[in-house]
C-alpha cells in the first residue's frame, strides 16, 4: 500500500491531481483545500496518502497534512459517506472547523457544504463515533480560526464541574464529559443544578 509519496505537481483536475515521482504520474484525488495548498508552493511536495482497493481499482487519495487524513478516516466510517462525499466536506470545512461543527451539533453548517445535502450531514453530525472523534479536536486552527471563542470559553465550575467528575467517576473520558456538560448546560442554563446537568450530558453522549 502506498502511505506518502514525494514529488512535484504535474496538473491538477477537478477533485484531483497527477503528482509525478521521479517520471511516474500518480492520480491522486484530494479536498479542494489540499489541492489549493499544493498549487500555492513549488518544487518537490510531500503529500500523504491513503490506498483504497476494490474489486476493479486502486483508488489514491491525498493529504496535506495528518489532520486532513485523520478526519477523512472518521468520515469514511459513517453509514452512507464514502470517500467522495468525505472529500466534499474537507473542501468545505478545515478538521477543526468540522471538529467544532460536531461537537456543537451544528446539521446546517454541513448541510451548506456544497453537493453534501442535509440527511448526510445530519448522519455525520448524529454519529456517536463522529462525536468522539470531534472531542479534543475542536480547538482553533493554527491559522487563528475560531481562537477566540476557545480563549471565551471557560473552565467548568461549580455544578458543571461536579457533572464532569461525576461522568469522569462513570468512566467517561474528561475533554468529551466536559463537552456533552457544557452543551447540557446551555440548553438548561446557568441555574442548572447537579443532577439536571449529569442526565442532560448523559442524554447528548447516548447512542443515537
Known amino acids: 500500500m502506498i502511505g506518502s509519496l514525494r514529488g512535484l505537481v504535474d496538473s491538477v483536475e477537478d477533485g484531483a491531481c497527477v503528482f ?4 511516474v504520474g500518480y492520480l491522486v484525488h484530494c479536498s479542494r483545500k489540499t489541492l ?29 497534512d495528518a ?14 459517506v464514502g470517500p467522495q462525499k468525505a472529500l466534499l466536506v474537507l ?11 460536531i461537537a456543537a451539533k451544528e446539521r446546517k453548517r454541513l448541510a451548506d457544504v456544497k453537493g453534501l445535502g442535509a ?11 463522529m462525536q468522539k472523534w470531534a472531542v479534543g479536536r475542536a480547538m482553533p486552527d493554527a491559522d487563528g480560526v475560531g481562537a477566540g471563542e476557545a480563549v471565551l470559553a471557560p473552565e467548568p465550575a ?9 461522568l469522569v467517576n462513570l468512566g467517561w473520558k474528561r475533554p468529551e464529559a466536559a463537552a456533552a456538560v457544557a452543551r447540557g448546560a446551555r440548553r438548561l442554563g446557568d441555574d442548572a443544578q447537579l443532577a439536571a446537568l449529569i442526565t442532560e450530558a448523559l442524554k447528548e453522549m447516548a447512542p443515537r
Request: no cysteine; proline share 4%; aromatic share 6%.
Open 20 to 23: 509525478d515521482v521521479n517520471g
Open 36 to 64: 489549493d495548498r499544493l498549487t500555492a508552493k513549488e518544487g518537490v511536495q510531500k503529500l500523504l496518502v491513503e490506498t483504497r482497493v476494490s474489486q476493479d481499482a486502486i483508488t489514491l487519495f491525498g493529504f496535506f
Open 67 to 80: 489532520t486532513e487524513r485523520d478526519a477523512f478516516l472518521a468520515l469514511i466510517e459513517v453509514k452512507t
Open 91 to 101: 473542501s468545505g470545512l478545515t478538521p477543526g472547523d468540522l471538529a467544532r461543527a
Open 119 to 129: 440527511a448526510t450531514a445530519t448522519r455525520i453530525v448524529d454519529e456517536p463515533a
Open 158 to 166: 461549580g455544578p458543571q464541574a461536579d457533572a464532569v467528575s461525576a
